[in-house]
């Protein structure tokens, strides 16, 4: 139970390299907070910054109302698994789980109790008197879980702990840990977690907010239905969400309420809610694949483009559609159901694509920034 | 038509099966036959000499063959009493004087530094460690006479410190340098997790790194036992009254005697010498295995 307080968080290696740039950031008390971002972008160094694995070059970390730059991890509360479990190979579940609790200096019923309950909470109680070698990856990973739980940390630090389990494990896992942040508030013992992934999935399900990290430097911090309608930038619009968004050249001029963009060799006008003020200015679009439609339909705000289908992956419930529009890559997401003829098409076939101009995302050519955002 | 193309293909499947089943059979026996020879061949020397210790003096030297006529005890009762003034009970127990307490503080020295060089970062790190490396190199014979006069100045001189204090300090360097590199092989997230726990240095080292790194405390104590059993060099210098001396030296001492040589006793006891040596090994076999299988640690 305690709020993590980043203030200008800094990280430089002795070699000079910067690996994260001034960060700050305010977790709430028993919030769920997940950093997310490619391989590289410093996610994992933050995380061990808060550990206190990784020393901090500059900044200022709180945890609960205690500046802890200089605190060894045992004194910061916190309460860390590991992406490949770290278990003790020589001590059994039990006393693995045990282990930090004896070194606290616990009674031994109540370390006991402490086991068990988490134990129970886990459903690891089978699992108790095995080695680590004998477990599964699933059993391993609960067993990870279950080390940080018997602490009752201020804080849980998960290090990409799903990453090393098959996909099916990996979506139940996912549900899991989310329930179990849920339990333990409903039981009056919440925790705030910090969980850092590279898997955008896992980032959007599990997240109460997300922070977008790119070369240790914040892209965006928020909550995941923001981060989709509401990208701060280019990276973060095309990190977040399968298929990628399409990312498109285009001049837009914007007067009082009129907006009109020139692309692909055509041009359309739409009302210009929320864009600055600009003369043929050219910018990056960027447009959701579900947001291209196929289906001619009378929808006002759609700009119709003649296209070639390059090809189609039929996913079940959707069909993800690959076009070229005037040289241009364009994707297209539609719902299985409103495919229509789409399927029985080849590839080369002249399709007329649809883009809903009213949901783009209007981004700064250079800066790659969001233009609704500057203002 | 297919019912018998089927049969026929049935008929040549057997014996094809036939044919390997010989074949394999056949190179097997070769290659065990090959083995056992060349086994024999290494192993003829020690095949003698227990042969040898059952014999007569005289028939040592005008019989080739290895099985003794008649198997006499007399050589072990004889050479175990010895000439001196001591049995063998007395040889061995000062050998394992030596020999146990130097295990003991090569394995607590040897860990420690080797833990400080695999796990921590401090000034002069690499060139102290090369110097460790490079001082393996070096000839024993370099470091007896400074040695020996270092010792004769503490007064140390016909005690076993001289034999087993220098492994107090880390220097059987040789073990230092392989439990670091079998340390270097283990990942460091099980000590993140117990630092996270809440272990400081020596916890950590107590509580995950010794356990992990038994395999390898393990070779650096049979090794270490066997060497320090045989050691011949050392007692030699340090040790001068009898009744301290070791195996290795007693053995020379019934040699050396001024009436002809019992060579019957000299091989019995060169035998039961063998024995502890050849016990601890394969008694550790089994934890040497252990240690190749346990390097692939991660779940």
């Known amino acids: ?375 | 038509m297919s019912a018998v193309a089927s049969q026929e293909s049935t008929r040549f499947d057997s014996s094809v099966d036939q044919y390997q089943i010989r074949r394999d059979r056949i190179n097997s026996v070769i290659r065990y036959a090959l083995l056992i020879a060349v086994g024999l061949v290494m192993l003829y020397p020690l095949i003698w000499l227990i042969g040898a210790s059952f014999k007569t003096n005289a028939e040592i030297f005008t019989q080739v063959g290895f099985w003794p006529s008649k198997f006499e005890l007399e050589p072990y009762v004889k050479g175990w009493k010895t000439s001196t003034e001591y049995t063998f009970t007395r040889y061995f127990a000062n050998s394992f004087l030596i020999v146990i307490p130097r295990i003991i503080v090569t394995v607590i020295s040897c860990v420690l530094v080797a833990y400080a060089f695999a796990r921590f970062d401090f000034f002069g790190k690499k060139i102290l460690f090369a110097i460790m490396v490079a001082t393996m190199m070096l000839p024993q014979i370099v470091l007896r006479i400074p040695q020996y006069i270092m010792f004769q100045q503490f007064d140390m001189i016909d005690s076993y410190a001289p034999l087993v204090l220098p492994s107090a300090f880390a220097t059987d360097t040789f073990f230092v340098f392989m439990l670091v590199q079998f340390l270097r092989g283990i990942p460091r997230d099980m000590e993140e997790a117990a630092q996270m726990d809440g272990c400081n240095s020596l916890q950590m080292l107590w509580y995950i790194i010794v356990p992990l790194l038994k395999p390898a405390i393990i070779s650096v104590i049979v090794f270490q036992f066997i060497w320090t059993m045989n050691d011949f060099i050392g007692p030699l210098i340090y040790l001068s009254s009898v009744e301290k001396y070791p195996v290795s030296l007693a053995l020379k001492l019934s040699i050396g005697a001024t009436e002809e040589v019992e060579w019957n006793s000299v091989i019995a006891i060169s035998v039961l010498a063998l024995v502890p040596s050849v016990a601890v090994f394969f008694a550790a076999q089994r934890h040497f295995v252990d240690g190749v299988a346990s390097t692939g640690l991660k779940g």
């Open chain 1, 1 to 375: 139970m305690a709020s993590v307080t980043l203030n200008k968080i800094a990280k430089v290696y002795p070699n000079g390299f910067k690996a994260v740039h001034e960060i700050d950031f305010k977790i709430n008390d028993g919030e769920f907070v997940v950093l997310v971002g490619p391989s590289g972008c410093a996610k994992s160094t933050l995380l061990r910054m808060v550990a206190g694995l990784e020393s901090i070059t500059g900044g200022e970390l709180v945890i609960g109302d205690k500046v802890v730059n200089r605190l060894p991890p045992k004194e910061r509360g916190a309460a860390m698994v590991f992406q490949n479990y770290a278990l003790y190979p020589h001590m059994k579940v039990r006393d693995n789980l045990a282990f930090g609790l004896k070194l606290q200096g616990l009674p031994k019923p109540e370390v006991e109790a402490r086991v068990n309950d988490a134990a129970k909470l886990l459903e690891i109680e089978p699992l108790l008197d095995r080695y680590p070698r004998q477990l599964s990856g699933g059993q391993s990973q609960r067993v990870a879980v279950g080390r940080a739980i018997v602490k009752k940390p201020q804080v849980f630090l998960f290090d990409e702990p799903l990453s090393n389990l098959d996909a099916k494990l990996r979506a139940s896992m996912r549900v899991r840990i989310t329930e179990l942040h849920q339990q333990l508030k409903a039981a009056g013992q919440p925790c705030t977690v910090i969980y850092v992934t590279h898997d955008q999935v896992e980032a959007m399900t599990m997240g109460e907010r997300i922070c977008v990290l790119k070369e240790g430097r914040i892209q965006q911090f928020d909550t995941p239905s923001m981060l989709y309608n509401e990208p701060a930038n280019t990276f973060v619009a095309g990190f977040i969400g399968s298929p990628e968004m399409n990312m498109l050249e285009a001049r837009l001029t914007v007067s009082d309420s009129q907006a009109s963009a020139a692309l692909l060799g055509a041009s359309t006008s739409f009302s210009s809610k929320g864009l600055p003020q600009l003369t043929d200015v050219t910018v990056t679009l960027g447009l959701r694949p579900e947001n291209v439609l196929v289906n001619a339909s009378d929808a006002t705000g759609v700009m119709w483009l003649d296209s070639e289908l390059s090809h189609i992956e039929y996913m079940g419930s959707e069909v993800f559609a690959y076009f070229k529009v005037a040289g241009t890559a364009i994707t297209s997401r539609v719902p299985a159901s409103q495919s229509g003829e789409l399927a029985s098409l080849k590839r080369g076939d002249r399709v007329r694509v649809g883009l809903e101009l009213s949901h783009a995302h209007w981004f700064d050519a250079a800066s790659g920034s969001n233009l609704k955002k500057q203002h």
